[in-house]
């Protein structure tokens, strides 16, 4: 009687990179019905945009580069790279430059590189920085939180909507109604201004520990990220590491000179901290592959971030320090190679 | 006794084992016609010592090693030589010589095989008898046990370990051994002591194998035996990483365990040679653990080498459910074989008919996403992505570095990477290509060495005739100037 | 045009350039990375069969000539493709196969004498490049096989042609099946 042959091992576990993406998605979910809820639809737009386009792209880079496309499109790896730049971009952002950064993220930050498992960019982040840098203006116009302004939800979705189709412009005398500064933002013109955490914590955009939007974005990621840990879709050393290499380096300057430096509590609930933590810095084709590498390349991202809230020029450093640490991760993973059994302990 | 440290990587796998042990060893049939293989799976084919047409009985040494890592082959069964000639057998080649011999019913055994008094034989001799039985390592290698309990000997090695694990799930013959058979490892286990010059023995156990345990111990009157139980986990049966669980000791990159005063022997292999003692009968059998979904009946057979592997399904209930695969070992390490003709070796333990239901599909391969799940598993503390990395660039040094030749081909990356990247196969066509390359360099040194000497010895009988001409001259010249 | 200011500006980077310039000489000599020089690393990847079958005698001279530029990296029969394509990766070229002209990759080979025809002359001895035979003026000479290259450098001298090659039988190891078996 004969038989099919096959390479061992001939029994392999479950894991595949589709189950992972979609658990992925699934830990997403709070943040976007947070944002839902306190900010209004606009990051339910931004979805609907950046996931076509993005797949779109992936077909198009595939089918240039001869590859086929079908397992790629199936595995939902451009989803989440959509997902994630969709859920970092303001909720208010015209529809064309969501499309922008989707197709930059996909094209310029994947598929210049030799598409997936080849980047060593994350790429929804490349989308993200491209995007700040070339359009600050819009990228930094964010709803104020319902609750904190006279707006509800419906004006909410009005101006989304009209922000969504035509712009900033378009919105019309409500656009300086409906938007604000974020907390970060309040808090780098105040300090600018000299005036004193207490006085700023005072200020409109404050909830009890940070921004009263961010505040619940960032709890929602953090269960979200909790609920990827407790899956295993990803491992602890980079999410505390991220924190650690946040919350360190405030907590010690706030003990110092309370008065000119926020709180680590502050910082770990405000702006992208928990999504990056969990969600971008976890990326693991452009994060470092060792466990020792991962706790130094988390607490880079972490530790940058900082720097540039306090003394960089823009208000949330995580794009930037997510990208500046992609850089290193080669180099981490050469110098934090494990002791192989047998080999001679240094 | 509390069970040794485990390792933290490696993998927790179900282990398909309690179907097969339900009945306990039971006795295959002999081969009507068996093809007794050259190669029993060292990789180091003995030669034919008969021609055809000569009657042999069980025991009669059929075949020569010619290598220094070979081992003689005995027929499995008393009847005629029919033929010599290639067959498919269940080694890595596919191929191999094998003398078929029909078996005449008689089951007359050689008179040759006589019981020995090991005891009181010097150490060597007992060597020699174990190499002349063809008794090679009974856990997949079939390395001869000769040549590794000679080079413990040669290293003066103190600690004697046997091999129990048995971590690889289906694989269940060394469980089934140790429970029906313990004195006999035991037996085995003190022959190996006096062969080896050690002082001790441990033989290691998972845990998940009580009864075994308990056998064994039972069974140990010699105060230099210790059964210890190890954590279960696979592949705590690899060479290494059993050893170091057991004493802690690592085995240095490219070195044997001798090295560090250790041996290392299936507990097969010391039922093997307890046979050989108590009955002078060689190597001409194994337990072989036949089972699978795709099998009525499974169990550990006591089985002839020469038997097809076809009659063993046969032995345990034939084939049910459509089997796929015939896999040659277990489903971790095991080689999926095209047909059941090929015969039973020393070397072949399991033989698992697999049908879908417990196999995996694999589906395509996707690129690697670096999610690091390889190194966490790995037993030998590597980084498979980064070897994988380097082998699709073809970088020999960062292959090197990153410890290829420290792979143990366990399949644990495997099972679990999310990418479906066959890294197990791509590493051992790397290891066994880098392996050959090793190997022509040491060549090319020791040439290298030998051409220099030997320009030197040139260049030096050139100048010694120089200079004996010149002697010559200057003599010639003033005898006719004086 | 400010003359001063000119003749100022191009002051300071000469300064600055000849201060670089000379720390990067003393960084070139006092910071030499450990390499072993070309040639050295070149015939570590030869085979050192000693043929000649590249038209120079012997493998270090060949590397040496790789090394000058003076000979391209495709002329070594026994070392065959795989050693052109770890030459070019040393050196940075492309990968070819061996050039036909210096002579095709053949199968393993051992020399064997012929007892019965030799006549102790001695002429082969010197000829093989690794002493590999053994024997002395008037004692019947034999090939010590384990270290025969297979160069077929001792044919020529012989006076009766009692040498001849013969193919060496392949042994296949597990792991080497594996290697030669398909993906």
């Known amino acids: 009687m004969r038989f099919e042959t096959s390479a061992a091992p001939h029994v392999i576990a479950g894991f595949s990179v589709p189950r992972v993406m979609f658990q992925v998605l699934l830990g997403l979910l709070p943040v976007v019905a947070v944002q839902l809820t306190l900010l209004g639809p606009g990051v339910l737009l931004q979805l609907l945009v950046a996931g076509p386009v993005a797949l779109l792209c992936e077909a198009l880079a595939l089918r240039a580069r001869g590859r086929d496309a079908g397992p790629f499109l199936r595995d939902g790896s451009v989803l989440v790279t959509a997902a994630l730049l969709a859920v970092s971009v303001p909720p208010l952002l015209p529809w064309w430059l969501t499309a922008l950064g989707a197709a930059v993220a996909v094209l310029l930050g994947k598929h210049v590189y030799g598409g997936l498992g080849y980047n060593p960019f994350n790429p929804a982040m490349v989308g993200y920085a491209v995007l700040l840098v070339s359009f ?169 971030t900082w720097l540039i809230r306090v003394w960089g020029g823009y208000p949330d450093g995580m794009a930037f320090a997510v990208l500046l640490m992609n850089l290193a991760a080669p180099l981490l993973d050469r110098y934090t190679v494990s002791r192989i059994h047998g080999h001679p302990r240094r | 006794m509390a069970a040794r440290n485990r390792f933290p990587a490696g993998l927790e796998l179900p282990p398909h084992k309690a179907l097969a042990l339900q009945h306990g060893i039971q006795p295959a049939p002999e081969p009507a016609r068996a093809f007794v293989a050259m190669d029993q799976g060292s990789g180091h084919a003995a030669t034919p010592a008969i021609a055809v047409g000569e009657r042999v009985r069980i025991g009669t040494r059929i075949a020569r090693a010619t290598h220094a890592n070979g081992t003689p082959v005995s027929s499995p069964v008393a009847g005629t030589v029919v033929s010599i000639e290639e067959h498919e057998t269940a080694s890595p080649a596919g191929r191999g010589l094998c003398i078929v011999v029909d078996n005449d019913g008689s089951g007359v055994v050689d008179p040759a095989c006589e019981p020995l008094c090991w005891e009181s034989m010097p150490p060597y001799e007992v060597l020699a008898r174990i190499q002349d039985a063809g008794i090679a390592g009974l856990g997949g290698a079939a390395f001869p046990a000769a040549a590794k309990l000679g080079a413990g000997r040669a290293h003066e090695v103190t600690h004697l370990v046997l091999n129990g694990a048995e971590c690889e799930p289906w694989i269940c013959c060394d469980e089934a051994l140790m429970r029906e058979r313990a004195a006999d490892v035991l037996l085995g286990a003190r022959v190996m002591l006096h062969a080896s010059g050690a002082s001790h023995c441990t033989i290691a156990v998972e845990d998940d194998k009580p009864e075994a345990i308990a056998a064994l111990r039972a069974a140990a009157t010699d105060p230099r035996m210790q059964i210890t139980a190890i954590g279960t986990v696979y592949p705590a049966g690899a060479e290494r990483q059993l050893l170091h669980a057991v004493t802690g000791m690592e085995i240095p990159h490219r070195e044997h365990p001798p090295t560090v005063g250790l041996l290392c022997q299936n507990v097969g292999t010391a039922a093997a040679v307890a046979r050989l003692v108590t009955t002078g009968e060689p190597a001409i059998r194994r337990i072989v653990t036949v089972t699978g979904s795709g099998v009525g009946r499974p169990a550990n057979l006591d089985a002839r080498i020469g038997t097809p592997l076809a009659e063993l399904a046969v032995a345990c209930g034939g084939y049910q459910r459509d089997p796929r695969r015939l896999i040659a070992g277990g489903t971790m390490t095991g080689r999926a074989l095209e047909t059941d003709e090929v015969p039973l070796t020393l070397a ?18 996707m690129p690697c996403i670096r999610c690091g799940d390889c190194a966490r598993v790995c037993p030998a503390g590597l980084l498979p992505q980064q070897l994988h990395r380097a082998l699709l660039a073809g970088d020999e040094p960062l292959l090197e570095r990153h410890g290829l030749v420290d792979c143990i081909e366990c399949g644990c990356c495997d099972y679990v990477c999310p990418s479906r990247i066959p890294l197990t196969a791509r590493f051992q066509r790397a290891r066994a290509a880098s392996s050959l390359r090793h190997e022509e360099r040491l060549r090319a040194a020791h040439l290298r060495a030998r051409f220099e000497r030997h320009e030197r010895r040139m260049a030096e009988a050139a100048e010694a005739e120089r200079r004996a001409f010149e002697d010559a001259r200057r003599r010639a010249r003033s005898e006719r100037g004086g | 045009m400010n003359a001063p200011g000119v003749l100022q500006a191009t002051g300071v980077i000469a300064a600055i350039a000849a201060m670089l310039g000379a720390a990067l000489g003393w960084a070139a000599g006092r910071l030499r990375p450990n390499a072993d020089p070309l040639v050295e690393r070149i015939d570590a990847l030869l085979p050192q069969t000693q043929c000649g079958q590249c038209r120079y ?13 003076e000979a391209d990296i495709d002329r070594c029969p026994p070392g065959g493709d795989a050693t052109v394509r770890a030459l070019a ?16 990759p053949k199968p393993p080979q051992v020399a064997f004498i012929d007892e019965e025809r030799c006549i102790g002359c001695a002429l082969c001895l010197p000829a093989c490049p690794v002493d590999a035979i053994v024997g002395a003026p008037r004692y019947v000479h034999t090939v010590i096989e384990s270290q025969c290259t297979g160069c077929e450098l001792c044919l020529p001298p012989c006076p009766v042609d009692c040498i001849e090659l013969r193919a060496l039988p392949v042994v296949t190891a597990p792991h080497a099946a594996a290697a030669m078996a398909p993906a």
């Open chain 3, 57 to 69: 005698p012997g493998c270090r001279p060949y590397a040496l000539a790789i090394a000058r530029g």
């Open chain 3, 89 to 104: 990766a040393l050196l940075g070229r492309d990968p070819r196969p061996v050039d036909a002209a210096f002579g095709k």
């Open chain 1, 136 to 304: 600050p203006l819009e990228m930094t116009q964010w709803p104020t939180p319902l609750g904190q302004s006279q707006s509800d939800w419906t004006d909410l979705a009005h101006l989304a909507w009209q922000s969504f189709l035509s712009g900033p412009a378009a919105g019309g005398p409500d656009w300086d109604a409906y938007t604000g500064a974020t907390a970060l933002d309040a808090l780098r013109t105040g300090l600018g201004q000299r005036y004193t955490m207490e006085e700023i914590f005072a200020g409109p955009a404050f909830a009890s520990i940070s921004g009263s939007g961010a505040q619940w974005i960032n709890v929602a990621a953090l269960l979200g990220g909790l609920y990827l840990l407790a899956r295993r879709i990803i491992s602890w050393h980079i999410p505390v590491a991220v924190l650690a290499g946040m919350a360190i380096p405030s907590a010690l300057m706030h003990l110092v000179d309370p008065g000119a430096h926020a709180p680590a509590t502050f910082h770990l609930l405000s702006g992208a901290t928990m999504l990056g933590a969990f969600f971008i810095a976890t990326d693991p084709v452009s994060a470092a592959t060792s466990d020792h590498g991962r706790l130094v390349y988390g607490a880079g991202i972490g530790l940058i």
């Open chain 2, 348 to 365: 072949v333990m399991c033989v698992v008919a697999a049908t879908a239901a417990d196999l995996a599909v694999r589906g395509a391969e």
